[in-house]
């Protein structure tokens, strides 16, 4: 059954590129989770609710970080990329270009 995830007829792509393609979207997915609870963090009044949302919200940084690593783990030149990125010092876009190099 085709969604919106593919751009090529899916029964053309290999099962690695379906799974890669589903991976993406649950990256997509738990990104835009992370942010709706984000804007309702920032304007919950009760403190017992807005615990629980930031409770989700981890749980939803957990899946996102699940889900990168495993993209990270079937394209270790992207790994690579990052390395340069992420948790390191200094100007962000200094480390993107320099990444890009």
Request: proline fraction near 5%; avoid cysteine.
């Amino acid at each position: 059954m085709p969604t919106e995830q593919y751009h090529e007829p899916p029964q053309e792509l290999s099962q690695e590129t379906r799974t890669f393609a589903r991976m993406i979207t649950s990256v997509i997915e738990e990104a835009e989770a992370i942010n709706w609870y984000e804007q309702r963090i920032s304007v919950e009044q009760d403190p017992v609710a807005k615990a629980i949302m930031q409770n989700a919200q981890q749980e939803e940084f957990k899946h996102f970080g699940m889900n990168l690593e495993f993209l990270l783990r079937k394209k270790p030149h992207w790994r690579e990329m990052m390395k340069i990125i992420l948790f390191t010092e200094g100007d962000i876009v200094e480390k993107g270009e320099e990444a890009e190099d």
